[in-house]
């Protein structure tokens, strides 16, 4: 069953009104008829089964079948903080990470980033993130497309974690698996969870410093991993035990 995003204003009492580049996509790529089921969600992470209705060049009508069917999202927010890396690493962390369960993407600049972006060019791949940010909800059946912030210093990134229930940090030099298990614990309690990662670089000792006074550290194991594959690692421990966690009290 496919899947499609829309506003609120598109949302009626008995019918939802797609329109835009959507409408071409469900008219002329996927072919579809009346009849056909899809799966619409808006931001505020409702979910409607619906069926196709009329369709038109400009507009297509969906009869809602179903209102608030089971949705796809984690029971705890995941606010992911990047350290930018450099080439497409930053495009594969945000499809993966999308696909995973990741509520909010920010984008930090780290003292020892590779990449160095000045205003224009962030704005321009802050814009081609959110797109890649929206297909991936898309193909993942997401209730929510998860939003890119635009880059932050470091110092913004740390103030606006704090807003977070719990705060992880996990970091190339920390020892001790143990530890991250124990960090673990009671996750499944809590609201919203940040995560930061480091640049190819690394934190800076000042940065890990001034994380350690507010969040836990803790270690991915004994292998050094690049930072998108510890970004997708973390996602996937936290997507599992969350779900694992969910699914016992359901």
């Keep these: 069953m496919y899947q499609f995003f829309v506003e609120d204003d598109q949302i009626g009492e008995d019918s939802i009104q797609i329109i835009g580049s959507d409408v071409n996509h469900i008219k002329n790529v996927l072919r579809m008829k009346p009849g056909e089921h899809v799966r619409i969600s808006n931001q505020s992470g409702r979910d409607f089964l619906c069926s196709v209705e009329t369709l038109?060049?400009?507009?297509?009508?969906?009869?809602?079948?179903?209102?608030?069917?089971?949705?796809?999202?984690?029971?705890?927010?995941?606010?992911?903080f990047q350290g930018i890396p450099k080439g497409e690493r930053m495009e594969t962390v945000i499809e993966k990470t999308v696909e995973l369960g990741v509520y909010?993407?920010?984008?930090?600049?780290?003292?020892?980033?590779?990449?160095k972006?000045?205003?224009k060019k962030a704005e321009?791949?802050?814009?081609?993130?959110?797109?890649?940010?929206?297909?991936?909800?898309?193909?993942?059946?997401?209730?929510?497309?998860?939003?890119i912030h635009p880059l932050m210093s470091f110092k913004e990134a740390a103030e606006y974690?704090?807003?977070?229930?719990?705060?992880?940090?996990?970091?190339?030099?920390?020892?001790?698996?143990?530890?991250?298990?124990?960090?673990?614990e009671g996750l499944a309690d809590v609201g919203s969870i940040s995560v930061f990662i480091g640049p190819e670089g690394g934190f800076a000792k000042e940065e890990i410093n001034a994380l350690r006074a507010d969040?836990?550290?803790?270690?991915?194991?004994?292998?050094?991993?690049?930072t998108d594959t510890a970004s997708?690692?973390?996602?996937?421990?936290?997507?599992?035990?969350?779900?694992?966690?969910?699914s016992t009290t359901e």
């Excluded at 321009?124 to 998860?146: D, G, H, L, T, Y």
């Excluded at 974690?161 to 030099?173: G, S």
Aim: aromatic fraction near 4%.
């Design 104 to 115: 909010e993407i920010i984008p930090v600049a780290m003292k020892y980033c590779v990449v």
């Design 56 to 80: 038109s060049d400009d507009e297509v009508t969906l009869h809602i079948e179903k209102k608030d069917i089971p949705g796809t999202e984690l029971p705890a927010k995941i606010y992911l």
């Design 124 to 147: 321009k791949k802050v814009a081609r993130w959110q797109e890649i940010a929206r297909s991936a909800a898309k193909q993942s059946k997401r209730s929510i497309i998860p939003k």
């Design 232 to 246: 997708i690692t973390m996602l996937s421990m936290l997507m599992m035990h969350l779900e694992m966690a969910q």
């Design 161 to 184: 974690a704090m807003q977070c229930d719990r705060r992880l940090v996990p970091y190339e030099n920390e020892e001790g698996i143990a530890a991250t298990a124990k960090a673990f």
């Design 117 to 119: 972006l000045d205003e």
């Design 215 to 226: 969040s836990q550290v803790i270690s991915l194991g004994k292998r050094i991993l690049r």
